[in-house]
């Protein structure tokens, strides 16, 4: 039997026209099928790269913070480091001087002219220890000599700081304004000419105790960081008063929250009695953070270890 053109056509449309029900489930299946199998295999490395991320992250936190104290830290008054903890949650309190500048002075003889300013004689300006004085010049220029605060509530002059238990040598044990090695420093003058000395004026005080090397710090403030594990927190705190025993916490000042989710941490200080010319701060900081895919939580550790300098 032959078909007709039209007839044709209209088989021909028919066959062709799509799927049927059962075609279109099994595609369904098949498409499932594979799209399981590609999640399967997809899993493990989108895991794996959450994971590094949060590691990551978790890594950098802390090395920031430890960065931080590091750079602190070398800019700390020598033998003026101290540390307490663990406290009853854990927590540490490391607390130094943060030093601004410093160099070395001109010294006056015992029994030379105390005048200041410039009396007559050649050693004019220069600092007298064991007697009342309130000014010198430097041997040289003063670095970073114009960021010196001055006034009621600005950087100290500090003198042979040998930290606490030495007599006349210890810069916290003196009250918040002046005595034992430190004074409020109340004017600084930029000395003139190709070998500049610049002047410090300062409160009137009698330095007990002179450096060997003639050295002389101007000191901010004390710094305290805290770092509390069960507010799981590292915050830096400055701007408060000296104090002779240490503050845990320390009152007033300014605080800044340097890293969140801190597990836990530990700080040591071996100032190196023997030698006395540097100490060592170790810290070990344990930063964590939940695994939302697990719900286990995940800790990074870190532990760094500083050299400060000791000698005064």
Known sequence: ???TSDRLFRRVRHETAG?????????IVIVGILAAITALFLRVPFQAYEDITRRANLTDIADSA???????LREALPNSVRVS??????EFYMEFLQVRTGGRYREEPSGGATACPAGAGIYTDALQIGTVDTCFRSLGAVPNLGS????ASGDFLVVYNLGPGFAGADA?????ATGGNKSRITAVTAGAGLNPEDRIDFQSLSFPLASPSRRFHVVTGPVTYVCNPTAQTLTRQWGYAISAAQATPPLGGGAALLARGVAACNITYNPNAVAQRNGLVSISLAVSQND???GMRESVSLFSQVQVSNTP
């Not at 799927?19 to 595609?27: A, D, K, P, Q």
């Not at 916290?172 to 918040?176: D, V």
């Open 292 to 294: 939302v895919s697990t």
């Open 148 to 151: 010196i605060v001055t006034g």
């Open 172 to 176: 916290y044990a003196s009250g918040a």
């Open 66 to 72: 430890l960065r931080r104290m590091a750079r602190d």
């Open 19 to 27: 799927f049927t029900l059962v075609e279109m489930i099994v595609s």
């Open 1 to 3: 039997m032959h078909l």
């Open 85 to 90: 903890g663990p406290g009853g949650s854990g």
